[in-house]
C-alpha cells in the first residue's frame, strides 16, 4: 500500500458544480495533513492546511478523518480557474516527514 | 522579494556532463528540501537538510550530491548526468512545527540530451 494514494482522475466536471477529492495515508503516526495546487510545468502551492475540527476557506472545505486515514477536500461552485492538480500532503515522523500523494486531475468544463 | 529562489530555471545539458541548481530562501526557515518530479508528475522527496544538517536522504544515486552552506541555501550538484535525470527538481523550505506547510520554489527544468 502507498503511504499516500489520491484518484488520479481526472475529474471532469461543469462550472459551478461541487466536487469532492478522497486521499488516504497508511501511517498512522502522521501529524498534520495540507491540500496543495499545482498547474502545469508550475511548482505545487498551498491551497490549505487540514486541521483535526475540519476548516474551510471561501469554496474549499477539507476534513480530517484520523480514524479512517483520510482527508478529504470539498470544492463548491466550481471555477474554470480551479482546474489543476490537488496533492494531498502528510506529515509524520521525527523531522516531520514530508509524503506527497500523486495527485488528483481537476478539469472544470464551460 | 521572491520567498524560495532556484537557479537555473532551465538546464539543458549533455549525457556524462556535471551541473548544479541553487536554491536560496528568505523566508527564515530551518529546513530545506530537494524534490525530483517525473515525467508521470509524481513529486518524489530527495534530500532535506534542517540547519545545514542532512535528515533526509531517500534512494538517490549518490552522484546527487546537496550541500547547505547555511540554513538559507541549499544547492545540489549532479555528476555523470544520465538520461533518466530528466525531470523537474523543487526546492522547498519550512518551519518544523506542526501545521507548517513548505513553500516552493518554481522549479528548474532539466532535460538531458
Known amino acids: 500500500r502507498k503511504e499516500v494514494e489520491q484518484d488520479p482522475g481526472p475529474f471532469n466536471v461543469p462550472e459551478g458544480a461541487t466536487v469532492a477529492f478522497n486521499c488516504t495515508y497508511s501511517?498512522?503516526?502522521?501529524?498534520?495533513f495540507f491540500w496543495y495546487r499545482q498547474d502545469c510545468r508550475k511548482e505545487p502551492k498551498l491551497l490549505m492546511s487540514?486541521?483535526?475540527s475540519g476548516n474551510e476557506d471561501g469554496r474549499f472545505t477539507a476534513q480530517l478523518n484520523r480514524a479512517s486515514q483520510y482527508i478529504s477536500l470539498l470544492i463548491r461552485d466550481s471555477k474554470l480557474s480551479d482546474s489543476a492538480t490537488y496533492l494531498c500532503?502528510?506529515?509524520?515522523?521525527?523531522?516531520?516527514?514530508?509524503?506527497f500523494g500523486t495527485g488528483t486531475k481537476l478539469q472544470v468544463i464551460p | 522579494d521572491t520567498a524560495v529562489s532556484q537557479t537555473p530555471k532551465y538546464l539543458v545539458t549533455q549525457m556524462g556532463n556535471d551541473k548544479s541548481i541553487k536554491c536560496e530562501q528568505n523566508?527564515?526557515?530551518?529546513?530545506m528540501y530537494w524534490y525530483k518530479q517525473d515525467s508521470k508528475k509524481f513529486l518524489k522527496i530527495m534530500f532535506s537538510?534542517?540547519?545545514?544538517?542532512?535528515?533526509i536522504n531517500e534512494t538517490v544515486p549518490n552522484r546527487f550530491s546537496p550541500k547547505s552552506p547555511d540554513k538559507a541555501h541549499l544547492n545540489l550538484h549532479i555528476n555523470s548526468l544520465e538520461l533518466g535525470d530528466s525531470a523537474v527538481y523543487f526546492c522547498?523550505?519550512?518551519?518544523?512545527?506542526?501545521?507548517?506547510?513548505?513553500?516552493f520554489g518554481d522549479g528548474t527544468r532539466l532535460s538531458i540530451l
Open positions: 501511517n498512522s503516526a502522521s501529524q498534520s
Open positions: 522547498a523550505s519550512s518551519q518544523e512545527q506542526e501545521y507548517e506547510p513548505q513553500h
Open positions: 487540514v486541521y483535526s
Open positions: 537538510y534542517n540547519n545545514k544538517e542532512l535528515i
Open positions: 500532503v502528510v506529515k509524520a515522523g521525527g523531522y516531520q516527514k514530508v509524503t
Open positions: 523566508l527564515g526557515h530551518d529546513t
